[in-house]
C-alpha cells in the first residue's frame, strides 16, 4: 500500500519547523524534519513575539521545499496538512495555521489543527509505537505538565508547574549565571565540569502528597549563591540536580499512583542527559523523542495528524482560529 504522506508544521513559538511524516500499516516514520531555529532573540535574552512571526513570515516558504526534498517527495504527493493551532505566540501561531490551511485547500486535502502538546507527546510515543495507557511528561520551554493519556486523543492533567516552567528555569538559571541562551544546553555541559554538592539546592516540593513542580525556589536559591561567588559550573550541577530529582520523583510517584508502567518524556528538556539517566533508572519503561525530535519541531505536529488520521478523527475546519491558550 502506498503509504499517506503527512506535512506537520510547527510555529507556535521562535523555531520555523516543517517535517513530513509517511504513514503506512505499520505505524508513522518520519521522513524529513527541517527546523529554522531563530537568533534575532539572542540580544534580547529572550523571544520577542512580532519578531518571531516576521522571522516565521520570512522562512517558511524556503523551508517548504526543503521538507519535501528531503522527504523525497513532490508538493502533489502530500495527502494531508497538519498545523498547530496553539498555545503559543498568537502572531506566531497564525503564520503557520494559515499556511497550512491555505496549503490543504490548495492541494484540496484533509487539514487537521493540531495541540502543540500533542505534538511533543506524540514525538515520543509515535516511534516506540506506544499504545495507550500512559504517563506523558512535557517538559519544555512554556511548559510542564504530567498526562495520564487514557486514549487516542484523551489526556487527563495529572500535575503542573505552579510557577515557571522547567526550561525556563534552565534559561533563567544559565542566564544569571552568565552561561548564556539558550540556557538547557549551556546547563548541562557547564555541569559536567561543576560540582553538584558545592552549593545546595532542596528539591522542589519534596513531600508533596500531589504531583505539582515548583522551579522559581531554585531559580532564587541560584541567584543567590551566585551574588556570594558560587562558580557558575557548581550551580549549573547543583540545579540540574535538584530539578531532574524533582522531575523523576514526581513522575515516578504519580507513575506508581495510577499503575502505570509507561512513562514518554518530551519537550526540550528531555534533550537532557542528565534526565535521561535518571530516567533510566527508574524500572519504567520510559520513552523519550528521538533526535530532533525534542524541541519545537514539525514532523511532532505530522505524528500527531498522524494519530488523528489513525483513531478516525474527522478533519479540522477551515475557520477554525489560533488559540494562545488552549486547556
Ligand atoms: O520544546 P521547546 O523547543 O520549546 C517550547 O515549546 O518551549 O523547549 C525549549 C526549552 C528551552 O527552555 C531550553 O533551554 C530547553 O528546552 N532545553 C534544555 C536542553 N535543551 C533544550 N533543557 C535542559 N537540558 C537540555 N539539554
Ligand atoms: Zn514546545
Same mark, same amino acid.
Given at each position: 500500500d502506498? *503509504?499517506t504522506?503527512?506535512?506537520?508544521?510547527?510555529t507556535?513559538?521562535?523555531?520555523?519547523? +516543517?517535517g513530513?511524516?509517511?504513514l503506512t500499516?505499520a505505524? *508513522?516514520?518520519v521522513?524529513?524534519?527541517?527546523v529554522?531555529?531563530?537568533?534575532?532573540?539572542a540580544?534580547?535574552?529572550?523571544?520577542m513575539?512580532?519578531l518571531?512571526?516576521r522571522?516565521h513570515?520570512?522562512r517558511?516558504?524556503t +523551508? +517548504?521545499?526543503r521538507?519535501?526534498?528531503?522527504?523525497?517527495?513532490a =508538493?502533489?504527493d502530500?495527502d494531508?496538512?497538519?498545523? #498547530?493551532?496553539?498555545?503559543?505566540?498568537?502572531?506566531?501561531?497564525?503564520?503557520?495555521?494559515?499556511?497550512? @490551511?491555505?496549503?490543504?485547500?490548495?492541494?484540496k486535502?484533509?487539514f487537521y489543527?493540531?495541540?502543540h502538546?500533542e505534538?511533543?507527546?506524540?514525538?515520543?510515543?509515535?516511534?516506540? /509505537?506506544?499504545?495507550p495507557?500512559? =504517563?506523558a511528561?512535557?517538559?519544555?520551554?512554556?511548559? #510542564?505538565?504530567?498526562?495520564d493519556v487514557t486514549g487516542?486523543?484523551e489526556?487527563r492533567?495529572? /500535575?503542573? #508547574?505552579?510557577?515557571?516552567?522547567? /526550561?525556563?528555569?534552565?534559561?533563567k538559571? !544559565?542566564r =544569571?549565571a552568565?552561561?548564556?541562551?539558550p540556557?538547557? *544546553?549551556?546547563?548541562s555541559?557547564?555541569?559536567e565540569?561543576?560540582?553538584?554538592l558545592?552549593?545546595p539546592f @532542596?528539591t *522542589?516540593?519534596q513531600g508533596?502528597?500531589?504531583?505539582?513542580?515548583?522551579?522559581?525556589?531554585? @531559580?532564587?536559591? !541560584?541567584?543567590?549563591?551566585?551574588?556570594r561567588?558560587a562558580r557558575?559550573?557548581? +550551580?549549573?550541577a547543583?540545579f540540574q540536580?535538584?530539578?531532574?530529582r524533582?522531575l523523576?520523583?514526581t513522575a515516578?510517584?504519580?507513575?506508581e499512583?495510577?499503575?502505570?508502567e509507561t512513562?514518554?518524556v518530551?519537550?526540550g528538556v528531555?534533550?537532557?542527559?542528565?534526565?535521561?539517566d535518571a530516567?533510566?533508572? #527508574?524500572?519504567?519503561?520510559?520513552?523519550f523523542?528521538?533526535g530532533?525530535?525534542n524541541t519545537?519541531n514539525?514532523a511532532m505536529? !505530522?505524528?500527531?495528524g498522524?494519530?488523528? =488520521?489513525r483513531d478516525g478523527?474527522p478533519?479540522?475546519?477551515?475557520?477554525?482560529?489560533?488559540? !494562545?491558550?488552549?486547556?
Amino acid at each position: 500500500d502506498a *503509504p499517506t504522506f503527512i506535512l506537520g508544521i510547527d510555529t507556535s513559538c521562535d523555531d520555523t519547523g +516543517l517535517g513530513v511524516v509517511a504513514l503506512t500499516a505499520a505505524g *508513522p516514520q518520519v521522513r524529513s524534519n527541517i527546523v529554522w531555529s531563530q537568533t534575532v532573540h539572542a540580544e534580547y535574552g529572550g523571544v520577542m513575539p512580532e519578531l518571531a512571526s516576521r522571522e516565521h513570515v520570512e522562512r517558511i516558504d524556503t +523551508l +517548504l521545499p526543503r521538507a519535501l526534498a528531503e522527504a523525497g517527495i513532490a =508538493l502533489s504527493d502530500l495527502d494531508v496538512v497538519a498545523a #498547530t493551532s496553539g498555545p503559543g505566540l498568537m502572531g506566531a501561531l497564525l503564520v503557520g495555521l494559515m499556511y497550512g @490551511k491555505g496549503l490543504a485547500q490548495a492541494l484540496k486535502i484533509p487539514f487537521y489543527a493540531a495541540h502543540h502538546l500533542e505534538g511533543h507527546i506524540y514525538a515520543a510515543a509515535s516511534e516506540e /509505537g506506544l499504545q495507550p495507557p500512559y =504517563l506523558a511528561l512535557v517538559v519544555s520551554g512554556g511548559h #510542564t505538565h504530567l498526562f495520564d493519556v487514557t486514549g487516542g486523543g484523551e489526556y487527563r492533567l495529572v /500535575g503542573a #508547574t505552579r510557577d515557571d516552567a522547567a /526550561g525556563e528555569a534552565f534559561d533563567k538559571v !544559565a542566564r =544569571l549565571a552568565g552561561l548564556g541562551y539558550p540556557g538547557g *544546553p549551556a546547563i548541562s555541559a557547564a555541569a559536567e565540569r561543576g560540582d553538584p554538592l558545592a552549593v545546595p539546592f @532542596k528539591t *522542589p516540593l519534596q513531600g508533596q502528597q500531589g504531583f505539582e513542580f515548583s522551579f522559581s525556589g531554585l @531559580k532564587t536559591a !541560584a541567584l543567590l549563591a551566585f551574588q556570594r561567588g558560587a562558580r557558575p559550573e557548581d +550551580l549549573a550541577a547543583g540545579f540540574q540536580r535538584a530539578a531532574v530529582r524533582s522531575l523523576v520523583d514526581t513522575a515516578v510517584r504519580a507513575a506508581e499512583a495510577l499503575g502505570r508502567e509507561t512513562l514518554v518524556v518530551s519537550g526540550g528538556v528531555a534533550a537532557n542527559r542528565a534526565l535521561r539517566d535518571a530516567f533510566g533508572q #527508574t524500572g519504567l519503561r520510559v520513552a523519550f523523542p528521538a533526535g530532533g525530535l525534542n524541541t519545537d519541531n514539525g514532523a511532532m505536529i !505530522a505524528l500527531a495528524g498522524a494519530a488523528a =488520521l489513525r483513531d478516525g478523527q474527522p478533519p479540522s475546519s477551515l475557520d477554525g482560529g489560533a488559540a !494562545a491558550y488552549l486547556p
